[in-house]
C-alpha cells in the first residue's frame, strides 16, 4: 500500500468519528516545542571559566563520541537534529552556555554573552528561551544556592537571578517573542536535615526580591518554577519540592514548570494538568522520562507521554501550556537523542489530536461508562501510523527511520572527527 493510499484509508477511518485529520496534522505543526542544548554536550556548558572551576551540578553518564565542545558544534548538532524532526521548534539555552573572550561571574552576565546564540537562531528562524544556571560553581559546591544560610552566597545568587531575567527579557525583544525563563534550584541535602523550614524560607525571600524588579517586562520574560523530589547529594531533601513550587507560584503570580521526571517513580503529572489550571494560567512541562530514578531518559511514545497530551486535549487547554524537553544521555549520539525524543514528543501531540474526546465525554455525561471504557480501547488500534507519515511528509522531514541514516552520515562526516 502506497503512502497516499495508506494515509487516505486512514483519514476515513477517523472521519467516521468526526476526527479531521488534516486538521489534526496542521495543529500538531503549529505547537512549539523548546529542544534543550544541553543534549549536545552533556551539559557542560561554555562559559569562560578560571583554572580549577568546579561545583556541585547535573550528571550526565557516558561517553559516546561526539560530544559538542563549544557553541558552535553545538548549534550545528542541534541545527542537524532541528532538520528531522517535524514541527514547529524553539532552543532553551543555560546562563553556562554563555560565549565569553573573558571570565564573566554570573551575577554579572549580559544579553551580549549570548550574541552568537541570537544571531544563529536570527537566522534558522527560531526562538530562544532561557535558563539561570544554579549548579557546577563554587558557590554551589555544598548544594545550597538561592536558599544558602551565607548571606553573600545567598546574594550572588540572586544577582545572578535578577541579570537572568534581564537576558530573558533580551532574547525576547531581539525575536519578537516571549522567552521563557525556567527557575530550577539544586538546593537540598543527602540526609535528613535538622530544619527544613528555614532553607524554604529564604528560598521563598530570594524569590521575592528577584521577582521584585518591577523594570523586567513579565509579558516578555515569563518566569516559571521547576520542583523536583531528589537528586544526586539530595535524596532526603529538596528546598524547592512540588509543594513549595506550586504554592509559591500560585500565591505569586508567576508559573509552575513540571518535569515529568521530577516525581515519585510512581507518580505521573497528566493527573495534576487539571487541578493546577484550575488556578493558575499557564502551565511548563518539562517532557521527559524516569527510570527509577530522577534520570532523565531520552523520551519515547509511552503511555505517560500519551497520557500528557490527552489530558491536555480533553482539557481544550493547548494554549496555557508550554512544552519543553529535558532529557540528556551521554550514552548514546547525541542527534539521535535529540530525534527520537522530539519526534515521540510531537508524535504524542498528534495522538492526542486524534483522539474522540467529544464522544467520551458525551458517553461519560450520559453515564454510559461501558461504552466510554470501549471507545478508548478500541482507539488503541487505530491507523495512527499513516497520519504520522503524512505529518512527516508535509513538515518535509524524514518519514519512518528514514532519519536514521541521516544521523549515522553525520555521525561518520561530523561527530567522528572530533577528539
Known amino acids: 500500500m502506497n503512502s497516499d493510499h495508506a494515509y487516505e484509508s486512514a483519514k476515513a477511518r477517523y472521519a467516521e468519528h468526526g476526527i479531521d485529520t488534516d486538521a489534526a496534522i496542521e495543529q500538531t505543526l503549529a505547537v512549539p516545542i523548546s529542544l534543550h542544548c544541553w543534549q549536545a554536550d552533556d551539559v557542560a556548558g561554555f562559559e569562560t571559566k578560571p583554572e580549577g572551576l568546579s561545583g556541585g551540578g547535573i550528571m550526565a553518564t557516558g561517553n559516546y563520541p561526539g560530544r559538542a565542545r563549544n557553541g558552535d558544534e553545538a548549534r550545528e548538532d542541534i541545527a542537524k537534529a532541528m532538520s528531522l524532526i517535524p514541527g514547529t521548534q524553539r532552543v532553551n539555552i543555560h546562563a553556562s552556555y554563555s560565549e565569553t573572550d573573558q571570565v564573566v561571574e554570573r551575577d554579572a552576565l549580559e544579553a551580549s554573552a549570548f550574541t552568537r546564540w541570537m544571531d544563529w537562531a536570527r537566522e534558522r528562524g527560531t526562538c530562544l528561551d532561557f535558563n539561570p544556571t544554579f549548579f557546577a560553581h563554587p558557590k554551589a559546591e555544598d548544594g545550597y544556592t538561592l536558599s544558602h544560610v551565607d548571606d553573600d552566597i545567598r546574594a550572588f545568587w540572586i544577582r545572578h537571578g535578577k541579570a537572568c531575567r534581564k537576558i530573558a527579557e533580551a532574547l525576547a525583544e531581539a525575536q519578537d517573542s516571549p522567552c521563557v525563563l525556567n527557575w530550577w534550584t539544586p538546593d537540598g541535602t543527602k540526609d535528613a536535615p535538622a530544619d527544613r523550614f528555614g532553607p524554604r524560607r529564604r528560598l521563598a525571600a530570594s524569590y521575592d526580591e528577584i521577582f521584585a524588579d518591577e523594570s523586567v517586562d513579565r509579558s516578555q520574560c515569563v518566569d516559571f518554577l521547576e520542583s523536583k523530589l531528589f537528586g544526586i547529594g539530595s535524596e532526603e531533601y529538596v ?22 521526571g521530577h516525581f515519585h517513580p510512581t507518580e505521573t503529572i497528566h493527573g495534576k494538568i487539571s487541578s493546577h489550571l484550575q488556578f493558575m494560567e499557564k502551565l511548563l512541562l518539562h517532557v ?85 471504557l470501549a471507545m478508548m480501547e478500541e482507539f488503541t488500534s487505530m491507523p495512527f501510523g499513516p497520519v504520522w507519515d503524512r505529518l512527516c511528509e508535509q513538515a518535509q522531514v524524514p518519514v519512518g527511520m528514514e532519519w536514521i541514516n541521516e544521523m549515522e552520515t553525520y555521525e561518520q562526516k561530523v561527530l567522528s572527527k572530533r577528539r
Open 239 to 260: 528546598v524547592g519540592s512540588a509543594e513549595f513550587c506550586a504554592d509559591y507560584a500560585l500565591s505569586r503570580g508567576v508559573g509552575l514548570c513540571m518535569d515529568m
Open 288 to 372: 521527559s522520562r524516569p527510570i527509577r530514578w530522577d534520570s532523565d531518559h531520552v523520551v519515547r511514545f509511552n503511555d505517560d507521554l500519551k497520557n500528557v497530551f490527552l489530558e491536555i486535549q480533553r482539557g481544550g487547554v493547548w494554549e496555557r501550556v508550554t512544552v519543553a524537553l529535558d532529557f540528556f544521555d551521554a550514552s548514546i549520539n547525541r542527534i539521535g537523542a535529540y530525534v527520537t525524543g522530539t519526534r515521540a514528543t510531537r508524535k504524542a501531540m498528534l495522538y492526542a489530536r486524534l483522539d474522540p474526546t467529544g464522544p467520551l465525554q458525551t458517553f461519560e455525561r450520559e453515564g454510559k461508562l461501558a461504552q466510554r
